[in-house]
């Protein structure tokens, strides 16, 4: 099956610094996403890449989508407690779009240090 | 708007007895609907999915079932839990293919002792 490796698994930072998270897949993919769980909560979607090279901006987290479709970022700039949680991504392979394809990665939880 | 509700949203089951989660979407129609679990601390683990009543596609072979009774509500079901049953279960609903977005549940946490 399709698979994505998404890097760090955890991530502990010092509130200010940045934290970056990775996803890649061996495939070509049709679009990523990412999505946020806070603590005790559930996953909610972020934003969606479909476009080679895409960069989308919220505020401070920059998502990325790789020239060749087949890996992501999202970076988060001066990281705030708020921004505890696990981060996923979710990707769909290209030419494979049937519902239930998507391939969520394994998440990186950021811990923020006061 | 479109809204989702599982419930429960806690229980504590005893090995071997039977389970049932309850998931309902309101304000869409024909939704792809899905189970996924996500043990303490992991990644989210797709059970099943549904893209119609009556339709499910079983991801991971275990001693849970899915079942599509209605358009928007789907249920987990167990007729004996096993210790390693115990996780976060979401529910979830999507429209379209797959890479739409996913909107999850609440969860419910289910702790087997």
């Known amino acids: 099956g399709q698979q994505v490796m998404q890097i760090p698994q955890y991530q502990h930072v010092q509130e200010g610094e940045d934290f970056t998270t990775y996803c890649n897949s061996s495939t070509t993919l049709s679009n990523i996403q990412w999505y946020k769980q806070r603590p005790g909560g559930h996953p909610v979607f972020l934003i969606q890449?479909?476009?080679?090279?895409e960069v989308k901006k919220q505020k401070r987290l920059t998502f990325q989508f790789g020239e060749a479709k087949k890996n992501s970022s999202l970076h988060i700039t001066a990281t705030q407690t708020t921004d505890v949680g696990t981060y996923f991504c979710?990707?769909?392979?290209?030419?494979?779009?049937?519902?239930?394809?998507?391939?969520f990665g394994d998440g990186t939880t950021l811990t923020v240090k006061p | 708007s479109q809204t989702i509700h599982q419930w429960p949203a806690t229980l504590v089951q005893p090995v071997g007895s039977p389970l049932s989660l309850e998931c309902t979407v309101e304000?869409?129609?024909?939704?792809?609907l899905y189970w996924y679990r996500q043990a303490a601390g992991r990644g989210l683990q797709l059970l099943f999915y549904?893209?119609?009543?009556?339709?499910i596609s079983s991801e991971v072979p275990q001693n849970l079932s899915a079942s599509r009774p209605q358009d928007r509500q789907f249920i987990l079901s167990s007729k004996k839990l096993l210790l390693s049953d115990s996780g976060f279960y979401l529910c979830?609903?999507?429209?379209?293919?797959?890479?739409?977005?996913?909107?999850f549940g609440e969860g419910s946490w289910l702790t087997v002792v």
């Open positions: 304000g869409t129609s024909n939704p792809n």
């Open positions: 890449l479909v476009k080679s090279g």
């Open positions: 979710a990707a769909t392979r290209l030419h494979n779009t049937n519902a239930g394809k998507s391939t």
């Open positions: 549904s893209v119609g009543i009556g339709q």
């Open positions: 979830a609903w999507s429209v379209g293919t797959a890479g739409n977005t996913i909107y």
